[in-house]
């Protein structure tokens, strides 16, 4: 009997972590490229059905008009992959800044959100995506400043992600927080338990 979940889908951000155009680095690895290997990749004959898309530069301009991001989803869908996840850029240097951070921080986050609705909207539309949720994070690296305060840290960034739950739904989206070593609040499973409670 053939199972239609769990979907695979290669988590295409990652690809681009240490790439750039700064002296020294590698060079981004092109969206049409790495939709290839994503491709030609087959493990005991399972391959990707999928995606998950990171919502920044180089792959994608977050103001990019509909008919660029159709284009986008034209090339998504005709590698034979649909569109799940998405990745909100709410990272200082993209669209967003920290999650704990000033209200113009906080503002810059939820603006990082609204792009990633937005986008959705054109992918859903278009049919490349009919699942998935957009993945967030505190959007601070490192612990040092949260532990300076970490009881009203916390409470800042789950302040945020309630304002920024609240424009997913109004868009039909759902957010995932994606807790890894390196986002403040997020760092372990205890702490982002507590953030999430």
């Not at 998950?52 to 792959?59: G, K, R, S, V």
């Not at 998935?132 to 040092?144: L, N």
Request: proline residues 5%.
């Amino acid at each position: 009997m053939s199972q239609p979940f769990p979907k695979i889908h290669n988590a295409m951000w990652p690809g681009l972590v240490g790439k750039g155009t700064e002296p020294g680095q590698e060079p981004p690895i092109s969206l049409e490229r790495m939709l290839d290997l994503t491709a030609a990749a087959s493990v005991n004959g399972q391959k990707f059905e999928g995606i998950d898309y990171f919502l920044f530069l180089p792959h994608t301009d977050p103001n990019a008009t509909d008919e660029e991001l159709r284009r986008i989803a034209d090339l998504i869908q005709g590698k034979g992959f649909s569109v799940g996840s998405l990745v909100a850029p709410v990272w200082p240097g993209t669209v967003g800044d920290s999650a704990m951070g000033d209200s113009q921080a906080r503002e810059k986050f939820l603006s990082a959100v609204r792009v990633a609705c937005r986008i959705a909207k054109v992918f859903n539309e278009h049919g490349v995506r009919k699942y998935g949720v957009i993945r967030i994070d505190s959007a601070e690296f490192g612990v040092e400043k949260w532990r300076s305060d970490a009881k009203a840290n916390t409470t800042r960034i789950a302040e945020t992600f309630r304002e920024a739950a609240k424009i997913a739904a109004d868009h039909g989206e759902r957010l995932a927080a994606e807790g890894e070593i390196c986002w403040a609040g997020m760092h372990s499973w205890r702490d982002l338990l507590n953030l999430l409670e």
